[in-house]
Structures are given as C-alpha cells and as structure tokens.
Nanobody, 122 residues
Framework: HVQLVESGGGSVQAGQSVTLSCVNEGWSKYCMGWFRQAPGQAREGVATITSAGATTYADSVSGRFTISQDNVKGMVFLHMNSMEPEDTGMYYC???????????????????WGQGTQVTVS
C-alpha cells in the first residue's frame, strides 16, 4: 500500500527558495513525480525521478528546480530556487510503477497521489 505525505509548503517572496518533501510510506521502486495546480488551471507535471535517479523537468522550472530522493528513507524532495509568482499553486507528490520519458510529466500516468501542500509566491 502506497501512502504519500507532502510537507514544506508555505508563503515566500519572489526570488526565494523552498524545499518540499514527500514521504512514500509504502516505498518500493516507484517513479516519483511532483505536480502542481494553480486555481482554475489544469494540474501540470513539474519534475519526476525514476528509482534509478533519472530526472525529467518541465521547461518552466528547468534550471531552477531540482528533484532528488533518499531511497533509504523512502523520500523525494523538490528544491525550488529563484521562485516566481507563477510557481504559486498546490504541489502534489505522486508515484507510478513506471514513467517513460515521453509520459513522465503526464498526471494520468500516476496512480498514487498525496494530499498536496500549498506554495504561494508573492
């Protein structure tokens, strides 16, 4: 059974940094992803990481955000730098058995989801 719990959200000013954490309480060799959803907008993929450590980033965050994982603790992190107001939204952690590069950022590819943590950039 996979249960995902996010933490680390909050309010920051533009240019600052935030790190989100996600605990996968049913840890296995899953592909893990971070998604976000702004009010009135569709959920979008932000970054993903395979169990082997291969990463994929949305163009809008490439170079600013970094996804990492601690396989021993069953945790995945999203380090967000140089934040912009456009980064505001609810951030979700998700897990999938596989995430081929072409669908790594597609929300439909992920079966397990956390409850989300709010990030607000002003």
């Amino acid at each position: 059974h996979v249960q995902l719990v996010e933490s680390g959200g909050g309010s920051v000013q533009a240019g600052q940094s935030v790190t989100l954490s996600c605990v996968n309480e049913g840890w296995s060799k899953y592909c893990m992803g971070w998604f976000r959803q702004a009010p009135g907008q569709a959920r979008e993929g932000v970054a993903t990481i395979t169990s082997a450590g291969a990463t994929t980033y949305a163009d809008s965050v490439s170079g600013r955000f970094t996804i990492s994982q601690d396989n021993v603790k069953g945790m995945v992190f999203l380090h967000m730098n140089s934040m912009e107001p456009e980064d505001t939204g609810m951030y979700y952690c998700a897990a999938s058995a596989t995430c081929p590069p072409l669908v790594a950022l597609a929300s439909w590819n992920y079966k397990f989801w956390g409850q989300g943590t709010q990030v607000t950039v002003s």
